[in-house]
């Protein structure tokens, strides 16, 4: 029925929050997914997304934003295509966490939570990442790399560039 | 991809299939998949409480209480549905042991699952990974289609009359969903606040209805113990500790990962043995034992057996399992400094103690780590500390106080050396070392 209907996501992501939807006692429990989901498509949450999220589970623009504003890996401003998160938390910091986000840094030109010029990187400090005992570790959107020293960051950085990086969605 | 680790000394029960291709559905039913929760369903579930009641599993989140026993608290009749609910949330810094089990075993969380739900009459299991896990996300999801595609979940599983759904869920980034009420608000479509308790999720939980929480290693150990019994499974590790546990060595080791070592193994031998000592030669300097909110171990505590009662009368906390290394070249102010960093933000706000008190202790520890506190503000630290043990709405304000008690308390020479402007005398080392290269 809403797959008829106007949407702003593509039909694949349109007919897979049909079905979303449907899986749980409620509705309302797809939203933090589809939030998720849709930024994986558009890039960030826009208004757009906000009200089209609301409309498809019958919550106000409002209740959306509340729970939007929750969780840290949903954003209301489009990152760089390649958003790189250094984890910095405690067993990353012990190998060097701090070293590899300082030279990323200075590799791509930009500090936390910036975009490079030609919007191919992002750079974010995070907290633990789940990879402790792999530490230091990163991720490119959802793709982990771990054991990172300078030199295999740049190699990772240098394989994005040329559109070799992996690209799990 | 996450290197995997061996060592004799381990007794791999949960991490039995781990790099032995068990995502593929008809290789985990070759290592005796899907066995147990046959097992179960002949069985019942009152066979199935009383074998988990004496394998003394306890719960492997962080708080472990008795697995068999918190089932045995749902109510057999319900009107509202019950649920069972799989905290994979994993976000305690130091612990990354779930990561590998829905890597290299998934249907195992499912198995596991399927079992809690016939012990406790649910129909409908839920298994949530943190936002972040988009990968092993993709994995799970195609273990549970291919359990479908079996057979295996859905209506009248294994003939048994009984049906059974599982579904899997994405966070999108907090460390507080972890928490178990604060889970459910987020599978509720919800910000990640906790509620009040009681009424415990056993009782009223998800959407209502009676809830089963567990996390994925918990659950992933349950078809295990069905298979070789509840006893056996108890009798690997110490008293009221059954079984084996994924202990995750990191930090200053020699040989950081993942290891399942018998519940009470001890935590020295972890160190220098298991995980091969510290590196480059290095001496001991703390032991964080369980996860970043447990109270720090200083070189020679370290002689303990690692289960939740042997590390409780050590002052300490078993937790989740990850147990962080640090040498002699880390200061411990940094450390504490970047541990209240991480609790302040991921509280989440909603009550005052934990959200001011997060806030006062990273901007305190923060100044006395440049060097702008005075000898009294040590003292301040460990009393706002103390005056937020228990008086949070959630256990995240206890998470932030109590290692922040612990360095206080443990390193208090440390933080003096920071005083009077004098700033951190390991910068200065770090910087003079730098200078002469
Ligand atoms: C702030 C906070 C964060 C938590 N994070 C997690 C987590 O990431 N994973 C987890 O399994 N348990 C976590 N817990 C513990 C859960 O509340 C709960 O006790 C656990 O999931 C129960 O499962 P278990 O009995 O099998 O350990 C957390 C608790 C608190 C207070
Ligand atoms: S501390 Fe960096 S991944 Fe856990």
Redesign the interface.
Known sequence: MATEKKTIFSPELAARFDKLVT????R??????M??YAQDEVGYISKEVVAEVAER?GLRENDVE??LS?????RTKPAGKYNVQVC????C???DGYGILEHCKKRLGIDHKEVTADGLFSLEEV?????????PAI?VN???Y??LTPEKMDQILDDYKAGRGKE?? | ???LVSHPDEVKITSRRFGLGATDIEKYIALDGYKAVQAAIAKGPEWIIAEMKASGLRGRGGAGFPTGLKWSFVPKQSEK?KYVLVNGD???????K??LIFLYDPHAVIEGTMIAGIAIGAK?GFIYL??????LL?IMEKAVADAYAKGFLGKNIFGSGIDFDV?T???????EVGEESALME???????VPRIKPPFPAVVGL?GGPTVINNAETIASVPHIMLMGGEAYAKLGTERNGGTRLF?????VER???YELPMGYNLKKAIYDVAGGIRGGKKLKAV?PGG?STPVMTADEIDVGLDFDQMGKAGTMLGSG?I???DET?CIVE?AL??IQ?YQ??S?GWCIPCREGTDWLKKSIGRLHAGGAVDKDIDNIRYLAENMLGRTFCPLGDAAAMPTIGFVQKFRKEFEDHLNGKGCPYKHAREEEAALV
């Open positions: 899986l749980y006692p409620m309302r429990s797809a939203l933090v997914p939030l998720l589970l509340s729970v929750y969780y840290s890996m949903l910095t938390n405690i067993s910091m012990l190998r907290e633990c990442i789940g990879a402790c005992c792999w530490a991720q959802y793709d982990f771990d054991e799990t969605v | 991809m996450p290197r549905p994993e976000s305690e810094p130091g612990t990354c779930d990561h409908l943190r936002g972040e896990y988009r990968y993709k579904v869920q994405t966070g999108a980034g907090a460390y987020s599978l509720e479509g919800k910000r990640g959407y995750g060595i990191s930090g200053h950081p990962g993942v964080v970043s990850g962080v290394v640090l880390v450390f970047r541990t991480f933000h991921e989440c």
